[in-house]
């Protein structure tokens, strides 16, 4: 009669009255199962019937919707006096391009850069988050920051988020030990390299990486190679685009940021090239003035009574 | 803190209208060692004075000016642990400012918020005033720099010079004689150095004194070798 129960509850059946439901998702929450204890720390109630609907959504071919990939080519290695970090600069919304000169390598510390794919929001705001607790572990221990300690506080940070937070990282930069790279995914998961590259366009950008890289290359070497990563990102891949920035930290403390070290895609030459018709402009005074009169208008709070509309 | 035993506020008023807590506090800062601070149109300088009762003290380790965020700084007199609890607290509040506004907190606005956390301290059930007061160095949000003193009532004032704890009548007639609007930051160093050596029990060297300094909009505690280098200069 449990069965019975179920047909009469759940409103789709009622239409179709016939049919019983394939599913009835109450019976798979916490509730109905056997044994269910109080649930602690995260909860899985939902993990058996998410399952049971990607499993009928694929035998009855519908298509489940998919995320958003992260259009991006971001890299970042590591050379004989410190480390070189690269990005593209386009923003995506879908298939439209938002932000032509987006700035995607961002602060931490005076030592350390990260470069961040994904979200747009998401990456500004975790790295701007951390870089807060660095500058306030700073003045607490009165020493510089360490590439080690940023990873650990951001794959904390996005573990804890369980991949919602859809920033993916490539944190470089140096300190005490060393210049370091590291490479950080939204689940919270790091992998510590020579050279790594992350986003949409990662795939190219890395092919000329695996080419190109060798250890202890001098610095105009190392910011060729990015430059040549990041612009095979910005040329093969859809999701990057526009200008390349480049990021030199240097173990003796210096950092060198430049926005659009390469610029291939400048618009304005071709804005420029095109011939305006001399008829879209004109200039001031073409017109003749016949006369002129100016006459005060006295704003008035008064209104005239309005008359009601008949109906 | 409502339904806990001490859900009254310790802190209340006499026949005569004091907070007598609050003045009670004040003389935990009259008995604290002296600090002082002088501003001028190009910075601003405070100094404390860092001697201990015993010279086994590892003072290199113990310090009293404290930066808050990179362009201001706090010093003390009074009841050290108080101290820090304050300044840890003004560092995540300006941390917090800065994550919201894109900027870092004026001067101003931290010495409000401080001041704001000292008088809850006077007017909540079960705690104590602060047995401290503060002199703030920084600069506001139009870059002046500007010195600000905050008692343990949660009062705060702004100085052109000024000085607390310990013989702080004599510091600060001594500052009132030397004070000039148009000092100079350099000036104002010597000047603060001078006064602090006046009340000085002893010897005062590089080790058992501190400076802070606000040049340029920054916030640095100077080293003890940047300290011998101003005493060098003075004598």
């Known amino acids: 009669e449990k069965q019975a129960e179920k047909i009469v509850t759940n409103p789709k059946s009622t239409a179709a009255a016939t049919h019983k439901p394939i599913i009835d998702m109450s019976e798979l929450t916490a509730e109905h199962i056997p044994d269910a204890r109080e649930p602690s720390g995260f909860s899985f109630d939902h993990f058996h019937r998410n399952k049971v609907i990607a499993d009928a959504a694929k035998s009855s071919g519908a298509a489940l919707p998919s995320a958003t990939k992260t259009g991006t080519t971001i890299v970042g290695l590591v050379y004989k006096d410190g480390v070189v970090l690269g990005a593209d600069t386009r923003a995506t919304s879908g298939a439209e391009v938002a932000e032509k000169n987006c700035e995607k390598i961002h602060f931490i510390a005076p030592n350390i850069y990260c470069c961040g794919a994904g979200t747009a929001a998401d990456t500004e705001k975790t790295t701007e988050l951390i870089s807060s607790q660095l500058e306030l572990l700073r003045m607490d221990t009165r020493s510089p920051s360490r590439v080690v300690t940023a990873c650990t506080l951001l794959k904390r940070m996005l573990f804890r988020y369980q991949g919602y937070v859809s920033a993916a990282l490539v944190l470089g930069g140096c300190d005490i030990n060393g210049p370091h790279i590291y490479q950080i995914y939204p689940h919270g998961s790091t992998g510590k390299l020579p050279y790594t590259t992350m986003g949409s366009g990662s795939l190219a950008a890395m092919s000329v990486f695996e080419h190109g890289y060798h250890d202890n290359m001098a610095e105009a070497e190392a910011v060729d190679l990015v430059k040549r990563a990041i612009l095979a990102g910005i040329f093969n891949d859809l999701g990057s685009g526009s200008n390349c920035d480049t990021c030199v930290i240097r173990m003796d403390g210096s950092v060198t940021m430049t926005r659009a070290a390469v610029a291939p895609n400048e618009t304005q030459p071709l804005r420029d090239g095109i011939r305006h018709s001399s008829k879209l402009t004109i200039a001031p005074g073409t017109t003749p003035v016949v006369s002129s009169k100016f006459e005060r208008f006295e704003a008035s709070d008064e209104r005239e009574d309005p008359t009601a509309m008949e109906t | ?235």
């Open chain 2, 1 to 235: 803190m409502g339904d806990s035993a001490y859900s009254f506020s310790l802190t209340t008023f006499s026949r005569q209208g004091k907070l007598l807590q609050i003045e009670y506090a004040l003389n935990a800062v009259a008995n604290g060692r002296t600090s002082l601070g002088i501003c001028t149109k190009d910075g601003v300088v405070i100094a404390t004075d860092k001697k201990f009762s015993s010279p086994l003290v590892d003072s290199e380790h113990v310090h009293k000016v404290e930066a808050v965020t990179p362009s201001t700084g706090f010093v003390y007199s009074g009841v050290g642990p108080d101290y820090r609890v304050l300044v840890r607290n003004a560092r995540k509040s300006s941390q917090a400012y800065l994550r919201h506004y894109g900027e870092l907190q004026p001067v101003s606005q931290l010495v409000k918020s401080t001041a704001s956390v000292m008088q809850r301290y006077t007017q909540s059930g079960g705690v104590r005033p602060f047995g401290i007061s503060l002199l703030v160095a920084g600069v506001d949000g139009d870059g002046t720099p500007r010195l600000y003193q905050v008692d343990p009532s949660g009062a705060y004032f702004g100085w052109k010079a000024t000085a607390i704890g310990k013989n702080y009548i004599n510091a600060k007639n001594f500052l009132e004689k030397r004070y000039q609007d148009d000092m100079e930051l350099e000036d104002a160093i010597h000047t603060a150095l001078l006064t602090l050596r006046e009340g000085f029990e002893g010897e005062m060297n590089a080790k058992n004194i501190e400076v802070g300094v606000v040049r340029n909009g920054k916030f640095s505690s100077l080293t003890p070798s940047q300290i011998q280098d101003y005493l060098d200069e003075a004598n």
